[in-house]
């Protein structure tokens, strides 16, 4: 059974008396986080996404997760004030379009919905691989992170499909369930980004653009170097770091 201890961090058991609110800050800034992160991505992308066509109530949980999702990630991952500003206004402005998009589940806005998700999930990619690599000894967290990171990609690259299909209508050929709505095709180019970036290609969705086909090619590319080089990296060096300790 998980400890408060884990599940809180050293630093957030230190003083009771400290606010709510600067305890959950204390949490997210630290390695432990990444490993909440992973959870928080997998359960949003594996267990939400494949049952958000049940009914509105789970489209509208999903949404909330969502949000949350990054909003933690990029105002608490970050130690710095003028950072969490921007981001602040940032995540206000991408959640406010996403919602409306959702409420009204119209094309009209899915371009600036895309796009804005893109940038949120780029930057809170960079501000975690910013916390894997930086100094110290490699932990499971660390290396959980890494694989977070791998996700987080998988995500950017599914809101730039949709991006493109949306700037260039018939960049992607898909199935007529796929195109009934606006959700329904944000669901496909993420099944289809993590397809493409596994390199599985089951070829139920398909690039028909140059553009999309290039994209494509970058995401299969990265799909093979990101776990080759980092993460083999880092479980080399935790491995190492054990043996070290052992000796």
């Given at each position: 059974m998980l400890s408060l201890r884990w599940l809180c961090g050293e630093r957030y058991l230190q003083s009771e008396k400290e606010p709510m609110f600067k305890k959950i800050m204390n949490f997210w800034s630290e390695e432990r986080s990444l490993t909440t992160l992973l959870v928080l991505l997998a359960i949003n992308m594996f267990v939400l996404e494949p049952v958000i066509r049940e009914g509105a109530k789970v489209a509208f949980l999903r949404g909330v997760f969502s949000s949350l999702l990054r909003l933690a990630g990029l105002l608490t991952m970050t130690r710095?004030?003028?950072?969490?500003?921007?981001?602040?206004?940032?995540?206000?402005?991408?959640?406010?379009?996403?919602?409306?998009?959702?409420?009204?589940?119209?094309?009209?806005?899915?371009?600036?919905?895309?796009?804005?998700?893109?940038?949120?999930?780029?930057?809170?990619?960079?501000?975690?691989?910013?916390?894997?690599?930086?100094?110290?000894?490699?932990?499971?967290?660390?290396?959980?992170?890494?694989?977070?990171?791998?996700?987080?990609?998988?995500?950017?690259?599914?809101?730039?499909?949709?991006?493109?299909?949306?700037?260039?209508p018939g960049s992607f050929q898909m199935s007529a369930a796929d195109l009934q709505s606006s959700q329904t095709r944000s669901d496909a180019f993420n099944y289809f980004s993590i397809v493409t970036l596994t390199t599985l290609g089951y070829g139920d969705i398909t690039a028909a653009h140059p553009v999309a086909r290039s994209v494509v090619m970058m995401e299969a590319l990265l799909g093979q170097l990101y776990p080759a080089i980092l993460i083999a990296r880092l479980v080399t060096l935790q491995m190492e770091a054990r043996k070290n300790k052992a000796a």
């Open positions: 710095h004030k003028t950072l969490k500003i921007v981001f602040a206004v940032f995540v206000t402005l991408t959640m406010m379009v996403h919602w409306t998009r959702i409420a009204l589940d119209t094309r009209a806005l899915m371009g600036w919905d895309a796009f804005l998700l893109l940038l949120s999930m780029l930057a809170l990619m960079v501000i975690v691989l910013a916390q894997v690599n930086q100094k110290g000894p490699v932990t499971g967290h660390r290396v959980r992170g890494a694989v977070a990171g791998y996700l987080l990609l998988g995500m950017s690259c599914a809101y730039a499909y949709s991006l493109i299909d949306t700037l260039i």
